[in-house]
């Protein structure tokens, strides 16, 4: 982050570039809700070609969900960050047309190191959590400054 730069501003513009490159994420309907400092939230809407064998969500795809907010959120004081890991604990089956969110929730950051936890929900139902940890690798990336990138909506 940029000295001076107001931290709503930079979580802003970070996630914004984020998302414009993100092309997993896009072709999946994964959309922003809200960001800021430690705390992203997205969503989607599962649809069929979101389903496995048993015609619910695939694990692989709510993974994504959670990992998009979790990348998100790791990156949103400015430091580039990568994942270093990540578990999920699926706990019940989502179903097309299911609108899910993924609310991505800092624990702590301890030097160049994070964890981040993500709750996938349908309304008031947990459909899966996760916990992420991340690695800091740069100081900056596109948006750190606080200002959103050409393009960024």
Excluded: W
């Excluded at 064998?53 to 949103?76: E, I, K, M």
């Amino acid at each position: 982050m940029s000295v001076g730069a107001d931290p709503q501003q930079v979580a802003d513009a970070v996630v914004h570039a984020m998302l414009l490159s993100d092309k997993a994420s896009a072709q999946h309907g994964i959309t922003l809700v809200s960001a800021a400092p430690g705390e992203v939230t997205v969503a989607m809407t599962v649809t069929g070609d979101h389903v496995n064998g048993h015609n619910v969500c695939h694990g692989g795809v709510l993974f994504l969900l959670a990992d998009t907010a979790f990348g998100l959120c790791c990156n949103s004081h400015g430091p580039q960050a990568v994942a270093s890991g990540g578990d999920i604990v699926y706990a019940r089956p989502a179903y097309i047309g299911d609108r899910l969110r993924a609310q991505c929730v800092e624990r702590g950051r301890f030097g160049r190191s994070g964890v981040y936890d993500t709750t996938v929900t349908r309304g008031a139902d947990v459909i899966a959590e996760f916990r992420g940890r991340s690695r800091v690798i740069a100081d900056g990336q596109p948006g750190s400054d606080g200002v959103r990138i050409a393009g960024a909506p």
